[in-house]
C-alpha cells in the first residue's frame, strides 16, 4: 500500500493588512483539516514506533500533544499526563476518534516530589515497562529582568527545570531495566540567542539548563543504552504561543523574519523530528541537539 502523501504544511497564503500595499504575504497560522488528516494517515502507515512504550508529559496542548498523537500513530503504547484536565480531554478525545493507544492522568503535578513517579508507576502497571520519556509539560513567568520577582524567577524555574529533572529520574529505573531507551527533552532557540523586545530572561536561563542537563544524562545514561536528546524549536503554534500571538498583532511578522522558511512552525513539525531521535533509527544519537526552526538560528 502507497502512503498517502500530506499536502504541503501552509501553502494558503493571507495578505496583512498593514502590508497590504506591499504585497507581503503572511502564511496561514494553522495547516488546513486535510492537512492534517494526511500528516496522521502517513504517520499510522509508518509504525516507526511499534512495540514501543511511551511516557509524554503535557500531552493536553501544543507540543506534547502533537507528540502524544504522532507516537500513537506510530504504533506505540503512549501514556501521557496535563494538570489541565480539559485539555487533557480534548486530546484523549481525538485518539479515540482515530482508535489510538493514548491512556492520560490528569491529577498529578510534576514539579511536586512524587508527581512523576505515579505517572511511570502507572505507564508500567499498564505496560510492563518504559522505553521513551518525551518532557513536554512546562510554564514559565515572562518579565524583564527589573520587573521579575525572585517567586516568579523560582516559579519559572520549577517549570522550566523540576518538571524536567524530576521525570527524568522518575522514570529513569524503568529505562534501565529495560536496558536502555530515549528521553527527549525541549530547549529552545531561547538557549543560544537573545531575543529582542521579549521578556524571556528566565525562559532563556531554563532553557539552557535544559540543555546542560540533557547532555550530562546522556553521559549518564550511555551505558545503560539510555539515549538524551533535546529538540530546539523555533516558534511553533502552542497554546502558549497563541497568547503572545492574539496579545502583539505585529508578532507573527517579526517571527517570520527570522525564518529562512517563512512560515511559522506547527506542532507537527515537531513531532516528526522526535519520531525519529525516539525511534531504533536513531540509535547512533545522543547528547545531540536538534534545531527545528525553520532556520531562525542560523542567522
Ligand atoms: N511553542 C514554542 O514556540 C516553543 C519554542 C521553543 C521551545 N518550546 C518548548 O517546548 C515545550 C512545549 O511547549 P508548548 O508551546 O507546547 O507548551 P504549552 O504551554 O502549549 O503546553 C504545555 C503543557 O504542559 C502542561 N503543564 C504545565 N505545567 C504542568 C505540570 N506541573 N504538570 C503537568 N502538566 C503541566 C500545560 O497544562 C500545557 O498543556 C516547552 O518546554 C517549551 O518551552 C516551545
Not at 505496560?127 to 520577582?149: K, Q, T
Not at 529495560?178 to 521578556?199: H, K, Q, T
Not at 545514561?221 to 503572545?244: E, L
Not at 507573527?252 to 516528526?272: C, F, N, S, T, Y
Amino acid at each position: 500500500m502507497k502512503a498517502a502523501q500530506p499536502a504541503p504544511l501552509h501553502a494558503a497564503l493571507t495578505m496583512t493588512a498593514s502590508h497590504a500595499c506591499a504585497q507581503v504575504l503572511r502564511p496561514a497560522l494553522d495547516p488546513t483539516p486535510d492537512q492534517l488528516a494526511a500528516t496522521a494517515a502517513r504517520a499510522r502507515h509508518q509504525q516507526r514506533l511499534a512495540g514501543k512504550v511511551a511516557v509524554v508529559t503535557g500531552i493536553g496542548s501544543g507540543i506534547g500533544r502533537g507528540i502524544a498523537l504522532m507516537f500513537a500513530r506510530q504504533g506505540a503504547r503512549v501514556v501521557g499526563c496535563d494538570i489541565d484536565a480539559a485539555a487533557l480531554a480534548a486530546t484523549l478525545a481525538t485518539a479515540k476518534t482515530e482508535g489510538l493507544d493514548l491512556q492520560g492522568h490528569a491529577a498529578l503535578d510534576l514539579t511536586v516530589e512524587g508527581g512523576a513517579d505515579r505517572l511511570m508507576a502507572a505507564a508500567v502497571a499498564r505496560h510492563g515497562g518504559i522505553d521513551i520519556l518525551v518532557n513536554a509539560a512546562a510554564f514559565c513567568v515572562f518579565e524583564p529582568v527589573d520587573r521579575m520577582s525572585l517567586d516568579g524567577w523560582r516559579n519559572s524555574l520549577r517549570g522550566e527545570l523540576d518538571i524536567v529533572f524530576l521525570a527524568c529520574r522518575a522514570a529513569w529505573p524503568h529505562l534501565v531495566a529495560r536496558g536502555g531507551g530515549a528521553i527527549l527533552n525541549f530547549a529552545s532557540v531561547n538557549a543560544y540567542m537573545a531575543l529582542d523586545g521579549s521578556a524571556a530572561v528566565a525562559h532563556c536561563a531554563g532553557k539552557g539548563g535544559v540543555l546542560a542537563m540533557t547532555r550530562q544524562l546522556a553521559m549518564e545514561g550511555g551505558p545503560h543504552g539510555i539515549r538524551a536528546n533535546t529538540i530546539s524549536p523555533g516558534f511553533i503554534v502552542t497554546g502558549a504561543t497563541r497568547r503572545h500571538l492574539d496579545a502583539v498583532p505585529t508578532l507573527v511578522d517579526e517571527v517570520l523574519r527570522k525564518k529562512m522558511i517563512r512560515r511559522v512552525g506547527q506542532p507537527d513539525d515537531i513531532a516528526w523530528a522526535a519520531t525519529f531521535l525516539c525511534s531504533d533509527e536513531a540509535s547512533w544519537v545522543t547528547a545531540s541537539d536538534f534545531g527545528v526552526d525553520g532556520g531562525a538560528r542560523a542567522w
